[in-house]
């Protein structure tokens, strides 16, 4: 009619409403992953910005736990590592064992796992997780035991190798409890025996450390050793 006015609305089959939906759906999806990858960059770049280790070696990046070199001595805890890699729980543990029998190589690998599945890690040696609260202010502190408590995954690297002072012992303690408060895991390599570690660290701290983690003996000769070995007979036949 002359002056109406017609309004059209679309009318969609029951099939094109249902491929709508799923694009809605993956859009969403999407969105979701997007804000998740985001969120999880923002927090593992403050972990980094603290200790920055991880990103400094040039070791790191070859540590996967698929480069370890599994022989008949090692081949159990390698299994055992790999498997909990794959479902981590919150009781971590500690590999313990002679130097050079690749403890900070598994260890590393783990940590490659958790970050290929977007979770954080804060990775740092006893050396220079001490150093670096030496260094830190108050605020920074405070900032290393938040980030000590959120973390998916801490990885602390040659525990026993600094000589602990009063204040060593108190700071990691401290640190050692903001984790065990957050119920996450926590995963350290160490020379020697539990008792040795005590002796060094003292009672207080391996107790605690031992209700979070469980100690898995790494057995094998010196890795370091063998592969300079290798290097000298390879320089000789040239």
Known sequence: MLGSRTLWRWHYCACMREAMAWAEE????????????????????????????????AKVPRQTLESFRVTSQ????????SAWAEQPRPVGFVLMGPVGTGKSHMVRGVGHRFLARRQTVLYASIPYLLERLRSASTAEVSEILTL????????????GAERPTDWTRDRLYLLLDARYEAEQPLIATANGSPSQLEERWGSRMVSRLLEMTAIWDVAGGDYRLHTAQQRMRAASDT
């Open 74 to 81: 090692n081949q159990a805890v390698w299994e055992r590592v």
């Open 26 to 57: 993956q859009r969403a999806q999407a969105e979701a992953a997007r804000e998740q990858a985001a969120r999880w960059v923002e927090r593992q770049t403050a972990i980094v910005r603290h200790f920055p280790q991880w990103q400094q070696s």
């Open 148 to 159: 000590h408590g959120r973390a998916d995954l801490v990885i602390w690297d040659d525990l």
